[in-house]
């Protein structure tokens, strides 16, 4: 069927959830795709993409052959796990942006909350509601609690805040060694000695080559006994074997947000293990979401517009 849309419009792509999206520039042409629907206009017109929010990168890519005109792109999610892999295959440069810092308060306010359930024993009182049983019992208080946070950007340094009034020993680590407001961010080769003494572990580092599996079997090894791992950045910085080998023997435990594979299949050994506590990827998914999405898509319409440099560009 024939589209609309004159092919030498500039074309804007939004995912359909911005209904009420307001305050955009003139000049532009937009349209609202859902990842299922027919494309909604040419995609050869289309110089701003702005994939839905879906974790199926296939979804993503489809239009993207079709889209000769495309100068960038701006993900909804903070990661941009193989985009980038994607966008190289295309002619010509396409700037590729994220939602860095966007969906950190709530990944931060989402790991707070695993920490608190796990320690406290949430999902096995759950579960004994569930069966109609009363089964009170003692449980870790995560007042005083050494933590280890992976990965000190927004998202760590959010987290940080949130375990103020805890008085815990907060230990910081990124890619790069630094001085922080709160404290020194130590380096992340230091890490499989800071591991040691952490009662608490939290990734929310970046997933890159140099990063994947970086919690391997080694370092798990490191960890003190009891020691809780808790997940809300990518579940490949986890080696899934090595992870299910330490808590299926009940010396560590574990919340992920995230998980290798993803989405978690049906009956995956990971489901079934006492101690590992699973949420399905919803750390960016609180009532706040979308207003602080729009407010970035409308900021960065407004510099695409006028031709100044893009927020949160990204090397791939």
Known sequence: M??????????IWLPTEFTSLTGLPGGLRYARWDGRSPFPSDPSAVEFYVPPLVQDLDVISRPLGRMTRLKAVQALSSGTDGLGTRLRRLPGRVILCNAGGVHARS??????????????????????????????????????????VVGYGAVGSALDDLLTPFDCAVTRVARTGRESARGPVHHVGQLPRLIASADIVVLTTALTPETRHLVDAKLLARARDGALLVNVARGALVDTAALLKEVRGGRLTAALDVTDPEPLPAGHPLRETPGVLITPHVGAFDSTMWPRLE????????RFASNEELDNMVVY
Do not use: C, K, M, N
């Not at 024939?2 to 074309?11: A, G, K, L, M, V």
């Not at 359930?117 to 949430?122: F, K, N």
């Not at 407010?295 to 319409?301: F, G, P, V």
């Open 107 to 148: 990944t931060a306010e989402l790991a707070l909350a695993l920490i608190l359930a796990s320690l406290r024993r949430i999902p096995e009182y759950i579960r004994a509601q569930d069966l109609g049983l009363w089964r009170p019992g003692v449980s870790p208080s995560l007042y005083g609690r050494s933590v280890l």
């Open 2 to 11: 024939p589209f609309d849309t004159p092919p030498t419009s500039r074309q």
């Open 295 to 302: 407010a970035l898509i409308r900021r960065q319409l407004h």
